[in-house]
C-alpha cells in the first residue's frame, strides 16, 4: 500500500537559517511526488514535484525538494527561511493510479 | 482564471439531516477529487473523477455519501443522515490530465461541516 511519513509535528527555524521539513515514502513502482502548503484560513497550494528527470526539483517562493531513491525520501528546503514562510506543510505520493496519499503535515515555525 | 470555488464555506446542521456542497473546478481542468480533512491530519481521498466518470472511490466513504459530477464541470457531494463524526472540512480539488504522471492539484477553500 502507499503510504507518506511526515516524522515531524512541528519545526522552528530562526529567520534567515536554513530550513529542511522531511517526507519519506513508500509505494509500488515510480513515485509522483508533491509539496503543498497551507496557509490559515486558506486553501492548499501547490510548491512543486517530481515527475522524473533531475533530483532536485525547484519550485514556488525559493523552495526546493531532492528526491532520494535510495532512501525513499523528498525533503522540501529553502536556504533562508522568511517568517512568511511559517504554515503547514504536506507531502504528498502518487503511484499506479491518480489517487494522492498525503501526509499528516509538518508546522513550520519560522522565529523573527 | 478565477479558481477552485466551494459553496457553502461554512455548514452547520443537526445530526440525521441531509447536505449537499457544490465545487466549480477550474474551467479546463477534467480531473476533480475529494478531499476530508480534519484537525492535525493531511486531506484524506475521498473520490475522483475524470470529466463526468467516477473512477475511484475511498472505501472509507460509506453509503450515506455520494458525489456526482454531471457534466464534467462542477460536482456536488451529498452526506445523508449526518453523523457528529462527519464533522470535517470537506476539500475540493482539480486537475488537467498530465502527459507524464499526474498533475499538481488546485485546491478550492473548502466547506467546514459542522454536525450538532
Known amino acids: 500500500a502507499q503510504s507518506v511519513a511526515q516524522p515531524e509535528d512541528q519545526v522552528n527555524v530562526a529567520e534567515g537559517n536554513p530550513l529542511t521539513v522531511k517526507c519519506t515514502y513508500s509505494?509500488?513502482?515510480?513515485?509522483?511526488l508533491f509539496w503543498y502548503v497551507q496557509y490559515p484560513n486558506r486553501g492548499l497550494q501547490f510548491l512543486l514535484k517530481?515527475?522524473?528527470?533531475?533530483?532536485l526539483v525547484k519550485g514556488s517562493y525559493g523552495f526546493e525538494a531532492e528526491f532520494n531513491k535510495s532512501q525513499t525520501s523528498f525533503h522540501l528546503k529553502k536556504p533562508s527561511a522568511l517568517v512568511s514562510d511559517s504554515a503547514l506543510y504536506f507531502c504528498?505520493?502518487?503511484?499506479?493510479?491518480?489517487?494522492?496519499?498525503f501526509g499528516t503535515g509538518t508546522r513550520l515555525k519560522v522565529l523573527a | 482564471d478565477t479558481g477552485v470555488s466551494q459553496d457553502p464555506r461554512h455548514k452547520i446542521t443537526k445530526r440525521g439531516q441531509n447536505v449537499t456542497f457544490r465545487c466549480d473546478p477550474i474551467?479546463?481542468?477534467?480531473?476533480l477529487y475529494w478531499y476530508r480533512q480534519t484537525l492535525g491530519q493531511g486531506p484524506e481521498f475521498l473520490t475522483y473523477?475524470?470529466?463526468?466518470?467516477?473512477?475511484?472511490k475511498s472505501r472509507l466513504l460509506s453509503d450515506r455519501f455520494s458525489a456526482e459530477r454531471p457534466k464534467g464541470s462542477f460536482s456536488t457531494l451529498e452526506i445523508q443522515r449526518t453523523e457528529q463524526g462527519d464533522s470535517a472540512m470537506y476539500l475540493c480539488?482539480?486537475?488537467?490530465?498530465?502527459?507524464?504522471?499526474?498533475?499538481?492539484?488546485?485546491f478550492g477553500p473548502g466547506t467546514r461541516l459542522t454536525v450538532t
Open positions: 509505494v509500488s513502482g515510480n513515485p509522483y
Open positions: 517530481y515527475i522524473t528527470g533531475d533530483n
Open positions: 504528498a505520493v502518487v503511484a499506479g493510479t491518480y489517487k494522492y496519499i
Open positions: 474551467s479546463e481542468h477534467n480531473r
Open positions: 473523477f475524470q470529466n463526468e466518470a467516477q473512477l475511484e
Open positions: 480539488a482539480s486537475s488537467v490530465a498530465g502527459t507524464v504522471g499526474a498533475g499538481e492539484q488546485y
